[in-house]
């Protein structure tokens, strides 16, 4: 069974910094492309960052220079290093994994459950 499993959100204050973890199991991804979302309330699911089999990296315009994706395909685990964290980053963060890289969620086979971040003012 495959599963995606977050981990590591949760409340910081605006400038701060906050690294949320998704670990893979039931099957490799080293040859997926791994993605990140998010989903703040009452707004649409949003692609925040993706990492591809090949180690080539994207981002969202709202995100490129604060956040960092990367893979340790050993352990199976993609993480996002969130920094100068703003109020508007306040979403539920959503790990997927899909054949090749895309800004579409619908483009990934599999999700995690998500993260809570919350970002104060």
């Known amino acids: 069974q495959v599963q995606l499993v977050e981990s590591g959100g949760g409340l910081v204050q605006a400038g701060g910094s906050l690294r949320v973890s998704c670990a893979a199991s039931?099957?490799?991804?080293?040859?997926?492309?791994m993605g990140w979302f998010r989903q703040a309330p009452g707004k649409e699911r949003e692609f925040v960052a993706a990492?591809?089999?090949?180690?080539?990296?994207y981002y969202a315009n709202s995100v490129k220079g604060r956040f960092t994706i990367s893979g340790d395909n050993a352990k199976n685990t993609v993480y996002l290093q969130m920094n100068s964290l703003k109020p508007e980053d306040t979403a539920v963060y959503y790990c997927?994994?899909?054949?090749?890289?895309?800004?579409?969620?619908?483009?990934?086979?599999?999700w995690g459950q998500g993260t809570q971040v919350t970002v104060s003012s």
């Open positions: 997927a994994a899909g054949p090749r890289y895309s800004t579409y969620s619908t483009a990934y086979n599999y």
């Open positions: 039931g099957r490799t991804f080293s040859n997926y492309a």
């Open positions: 990492i591809n089999w090949n180690g080539s990296t």
